[in-house]
């Protein structure tokens, strides 16, 4: 083919399809500066922080890039992967991807993975999949639960890169998974499994979601209802007493009302009820991370711990794991119908 090309036009590649595995984006580095960069990029996004920008602007700028780069270095640097000097949110999304890919090489797909904030970026590896050749991409936002100020971000930003574009892909976007079948079963396992392998018996398992301000919710975003609902099939799927099971929010942020319960408070308050052993995990994050791996694993043991809990155990993500990875493949090979 190439050779009929007439003198002056540009390569044209086999058409292909891709997948683009999208989460939110996290540091380069644990230093001031490359925290900085990035929460301020995060935090400089209409849809993550909804107040009006002559107010936030001051606010962000001159109060929190000032002091929370700092704080959050340190955290990020408690949980940095010292195998690859990189924070293992970036590490788990790109082994997803590198896995996906393997699982999809026969049906000529490519497989990429992007960042909403930071490295690497959405409009980088969107161009890179369409000089590959994808002429038709399904963009795949990485949180179980739907929310404006993730799923709808991540998509956003691949929108305003394809906008770019003179040879538009054809696109589609895959939904949240809240209450796949295949998504429930794989966390009820999880559960199953991991509390299965401590050496106690938790009195309560709490799933801790990322929180979101409250009025969020009362403006319309689903991600409060979706975050009960998988809750609700993993505990049907398990078959446990509505007391074993609870909900939580987590990473709350700033002084508004966010969704509650909040996990750091319901941790400390847990030991004066008498339940002192728990198992904990986040079904929010298809990836851990530093609101999972610091938050919750560490400084939530801590918290637990002082209040007089006895044991305290972290369920991970599912992450790359293989049952992780059946799931995640299930759902794209669902969403790619009529494309492979
Ligand atoms: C400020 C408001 C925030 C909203 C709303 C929010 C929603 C939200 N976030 C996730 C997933 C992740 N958040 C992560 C980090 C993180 N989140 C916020 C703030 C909001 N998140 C901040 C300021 C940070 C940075 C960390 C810090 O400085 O403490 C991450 C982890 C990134 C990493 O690098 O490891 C994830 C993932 C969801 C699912 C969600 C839904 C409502
Ligand atoms: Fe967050
Ligand atoms: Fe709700």
Request: glycine share 6%; with cysteine; charged share 25%.
């Amino acid at each position: 083919m190439p050779d009929l090309l007439p003198a002056g036009h540009p390569p044209v590649a086999t058409p292909k399809i891709g997948v683009l595995l999208l989460n939110l984006g996290t540091p380069d580095a644990t230093d001031y500066w490359s925290v900085r960069r990035y929460l301020k990029e995060f935090l400089s996004d209409p849809r993550v922080i909804e107040t009006p920008k002559w107010l936030w602007w001051p606010i962000l700028n001159l109060v929190i890039l000032s002091f929370r780069p700092q704080k959050s270095g340190a955290n990020y640097a408690r949980i940095w992967d010292k195998r690859t000097n990189e924070s293992p949110l970036l590490v788990i999304t790109r082994d997803q991807a590198t896995s996906l890919g393997q699982r999809l090489a026969g049906d000529n797909v490519v497989v990429d993975y992007a960042m909403r904030y930071g490295n690497p970026s959405t409009a980088s590896r969107l161009e890179a999949l369409q000089k590959a050749g994808c002429q038709k991409i399904l963009l795949v936002p990485l949180y179980p639960q739907y929310s404006a100020t993730t799923t709808a971000t991540a998509n956003d930003k691949a929108f305003d890169a394809l906008a770019k574009m003179r040879w538009q892909p054809a696109v589609r976007t895959a939904p949240a998974y809240f209450d796949d079948p295949f998504y429930v079963e794989t966390l009820a396992n999880s559960i199953r499994d991991g509390v299965a392998a401590l050496d106690f018996e938790p009195d309560l398992v709490i799933t801790s979601y990322h929180g979101m301000p409250q009025d969020y919710l009362e403006k319309g975003d689903p991600y409060h209802c979706q975050c009960l609902k998988t809750t609700r099939l993993v505990r049907e799927k398990l078959g446990w007493s509505k007391d074993k099971l609870m909900v939580t929010f987590q990473s709350r942020f700033g002084p508004t009302k966010w969704l509650e319960p909040y996990t750091d408070e319901t941790l400390k308050s847990l030991p004066g009820k008498g339940i002192k052993k728990v198992a904990i995990l986040a079904p929010a994050f298809s990836a851990d991370c530093i609101e999972t791996l610091e938050e919750i694993a560490i400084t939530g043991e801590e918290e637990f711990m002082h209040a007089g809990g006895e044991r305290y155990a972290y369920i991970p993500c599912l992450n790359a794991s293989p049952a992780g990875m059946d799931m995640i493949e299930n759902m794209v090979r669902r969403e790619l119908k009529g494309w492979l």
